[in-house]
């Protein structure tokens, strides 16, 4: 049996392709959305650190995650209920214009770290921004760990990778042009006399 294909117009083919489109998009963001995390409460009170929902969230929510979630999370940082209350009303009665004009959030929480009406509400936000969204960063430290012991460096002393682990981190260009300050060289120089005279011993 012979199998008949009839040619499609301009117009037919602009239809099919938009209605493969579509069904492919949808089929694609049912996959994402069903990947994300969007249920999760702790992501979900992320929200409080946007300035500009500070008037829609209630304290009755605010002391819930902190003493049900950053209470377990971060036990150091002993916040206390009732000057958080004083401190978060304080927070949404003051004018915005009398808040820092920052745009990042990190530097705004910091700014009003500064204030002395403000003691506990910027660890408690601090602590919420320190949550990583992702295992990025940390696959990212795996990855330079993997290039810093290699095969015939696997005898390295565990002090010795971390600090070539923390130049890494801390200086992302090439090893070639940077240029250690006064202060460094000088630090490095005494942390050698150390290390040697350690040895003596």
Request: positive net charge.
């Amino acid at each position: 049996m012979q199998l008949c294909i009839k040619p499609i117009d301009i117009r037919q083919g602009h239809f099919f392709k938009q209605f493969v489109s579509k069904g492919f998009t949808s089929h694609h963001n049912n996959i994402l959305w069903g990947q994300f995390p969007i249920d999760n409460q702790t992501i979900n009170w992320h929200s409080i650190l946007d300035t500009c929902l500070d008037l829609q969230c209630s304290v009755k929510h605010l002391f819930y995650f902190t003493v049900e979630r950053l209470g377990a999370l971060f036990p150091q940082l002993r916040l206390k209920e009732d000057k958080m209350r004083e401190e978060f009303t304080d927070y949404q009665v003051t004018d915005s214009k009398q808040l820092p004009q920052e745009e990042r959030i990190d530097r705004f929480w910091g700014l009003v770290g500064k204030d002395m009406r403000f003691s506990e509400l910027p660890k408690l936000m601090k602590a919420l921004l320190c949550i990583p969204h992702s295992n990025a960063s940390s696959e990212r430290v795996f990855s330079m760990v993997r290039k810093i012991v290699t095969e015939n460096r696997m005898t390295l002393d565990n002090r010795t990778v971390c600090a070539l682990l923390s130049c890494k981190i801390n200086h992302s260009g090439p090893a070639h042009k940077y240029t250690p300050s006064k202060t460094v060289l000088k630090n490095a120089k005494s942390a050698t006399n150390l290390y040697n005279n350690s040895l003596k011993e």
